[in-house]
């Protein structure tokens, strides 16, 4: 879906040392990665197409949300979760996923002494 | 089909209910309108679930449309009603934020003049709390000076973590309360639970095993003592003997076919919307004109915190890490009645960086900067959840949709609910000192969330329980008034909401008035 790359690369820009959407592969493949599991999504992003007609990227965004909410909130979940899919940007930012991490051990034992050193907080009833 | 008991709707008060009466040895039917839950499809390792959780977990049954679902009209509510209808109910897909109710919250009126107390104390419900949260297997710790003292849960409680550290320190400065979370999240293997891994999902179905969701820790064990679950039962209507009492409900299959299951004694644990709904399509138990009257839905707030230091808040039990009741009790300054619970919560992976909830469509994040945003918010944010106590009034309420239907004919349900000035003066009061807490542990910006509907995770009061069958739809044990060998046991039968997640006392409450159930069973009036 190339139509998008002018929105995606609005709402996601290449600065700060990372990619743009399009670069990113977010409006290419990993964008449909994101179609395979949510192929719901195709349709409001091809509808943008004429939602966004005549429009510069600028005003597409800036208009989308009243002219076509059904299509902004498609773009705004689908290319940013497409962005995320892409492995080398998450290292970028630091973010490995949602992995297993097992508990730690307690952490809170040598701050509740305050707790208990003062009043309780409910009021007794009957 | 014969029973000797019915139950319909195999959530958390049906689950309890079940599992008890089948300890008894009752030959007990359970009616679920959906199906178990599927767990293949919560991928909850795989970058797709940030895609699909929403479709395949979400919780409002009029986007989700599944085949258990039924319509609800919410054009006359500011909040929607959220629900999961399968086995497991809301526990499939609840935050596991296990909070008993306070003291108070059973003499609202005798404390606070408004509302209405309760027909039993936090003192009789206690030993069915202590009994209820080994079978969920619950974590937390004994002594959390916002209760009586008394016994804790059975397994310790999660860390707080590096945000959980902060705030507490922030916390003793200010002399306000916290305590490590109780949450229906395992700490360590416990029954058919697994220990948590931290993947943050719990409000999207935990496939790790670790949330006590019923359809893990109460329907196997219910299942092999006997009981029916039969799933993909739609109650079309509750029957009616001649002589006045129930004979319990026919309902349709996925084909729609049409089926009866006939029972002595009938048990309703559909929620607060799906049991009133049930008891106006029968027309019964309803002299009081309360049946539908009085819905609670707990408003709900949000404030977020960012900090330079990084607080690994990607993930962790969400759940919680602490609460805080420094300010659950009515204060006699503050221009309101009672209170909201706060429970301090990680925020996620980067795809909610970027949403309008809970970041504010004025901190848009679309565009130049975006990326720094992204890092500043992502693993360095920690927000409280707010839980606000609304009070019940007749005019919020469940009724039967005049025009539609599910999927099999059987009238929807509309709900009208406004939020009324305390709810949004106790709002505004949470939110403030919410964001002090935050400022005081070392947050360098805050933000308000702004107010969505999606948030009415608690469906209470729409049955109300009491001593007065004129001002009351069942007694303190969930027997209707004029129907007695038909129950409500679900949170319908709530006075008033608390502040609190209600499944520790929707759980408890079930367990008691299951006990009871089982005690007068020789003198209770049954179906011919």
Sequence with gaps: MRHLDPLADRLIPGEDGMPSASEAGATGRWLDAVLEARPDLRAPLEGLATSTAGLTAEEAIEALPERDPGGWTALTSAVVAAYYFNSEVCERIGYAGQRAIPLGSPDYEDLLDSVKSRAPVYRPTP | ?528
């Design chain 2, 1 to 528: 089909m014969e029973t000797d008991v019915l139950i319909v709707g195999a959530g958390p008060s049906g689950a309890v209910t079940a599992l008890r009466l089948a300890q008894d040895g009752f030959k007990v039917t359970v009616l679920e309108q959906g199906d178990w839950p599927d767990y293949t499809k919560a991928n909850v390792a795989d970058p797709e679930f940030a895609v699909t959780a929403d479709r395949d977990w979400g919780w409002d049954p009029n986007l989700r449309a599944a085949p258990g679902d039924y319509p609800i009209d919410e054009s006359e509510s500011d909040i929607t009603a959220l629900m999961w209808n399968g086995v497991g109910g809301g526990t499939v897909v609840y935050a596991a934020q296990w909070q008993r109710n306070m003291p108070s919250d059973f003499r609202v009126r005798s404390l606070d003049g408004v509302a209405d107390d309760w027909p039993f104390t936090y003192e009789d419900l206690e030993p069915y709390y202590v009994r209820v949260e080994k079978d969920f297997g619950i974590s937390g710790l004994a002594g959390d000076t916002a209760f009586p003292p008394g016994e804790g849960p059975p397994l310790p409680p999660v860390p707080i973590g590096v945000m959980g550290r902060k705030v507490a320190r922030a916390h003793n400065e200010l002399g306000w309360h916290w305590w490590p979370a109780p949450l229906a999240i395992a700490t360590r293997p416990y029954g058919n639970l697994n220990a948590c891994v931290q993947r943050a999902t719990c409000l999207n179905a935990c496939a790790d095993g670790a949330k006590a969701s019923v359809d893990r820790t109460h329907w196997p064990r219910a299942t092999e003592l006997g009981v029916n679950l039969i799933t993909n039962a739609r109650v079309r209507t509750l029957t009616t003997r001649p002589d006045g009492l129930v004979g319990g409900a026919v309902y349709l299959d996925a084909e729609g076919r049409e089926h009866e299951v006939r029972a002595p004694a009938t048990v309703l644990c559909a929620n607060g919307i799906g049991t009133p709904r049930l008891l106006l399509i029968s027309g019964l138990a309803n002299s009081s004109g309360l049946v539908g009257k009085r819905l609670m839905m707990h408003p709900f707030g949000t404030v977020v915190g960012l900090f330079e230091d990084d607080l690994g808040s990607t993930q962790g039990p969400w759940g919680q890490h602490l609460h805080c009741l420094e300010f659950y009790e009515t204060g006699a300054d503050r221009g309101f009645v009672r209170g909201a619970k706060w429970g301090l919560q990680p925020t996620g992976g980067p795809l909610k960086m970027t949403t309008a909830y809970p970041w504010g469509a004025e901190n848009s994040i679309w565009g130049a900067g975006f990326h720094d945003n992204v890092r500043r918010r992502l693993g360095h944010s920690a927000m409280w959840g707010i839980i606000a106590e609304d009070l019940p009034e007749e005019h919020n309420r469940v009724e039967l949709d005049p025009v539609n239907t599910d999927r099999q004919g059987v009238p929807a349900a509309k709900i009208v609910y406004r939020m009324n000035q305390n709810s949004y003066d106790l709002m505004d009061f949470h939110e403030a000192r919410a964001k002090e807490s935050l400022e005081a542990a070392g947050a360098y910006e805050t933000v308000i969330a702004p107010f969505i509907r999606a948030t009415g995770w608690h469906l209470l009061g729409t049955c109300r329980m009491g001593d007065d069958p004129a001002t009351s739809v069942v007694d303190g044990f969930g027997r209707c008034h004029d129907v007695p060998n038909l129950f409500v046991f679900d949170g319908s039968t709530w006075p008033t909401s608390s502040g609190m997640n209600p499944t520790a006392t929707i759980a408890a409450m079930a367990l008691r008035s299951a006990e009871h159930l089982i005690e007068t069973r020789k003198t209770m009036a049954v179906a011919a």
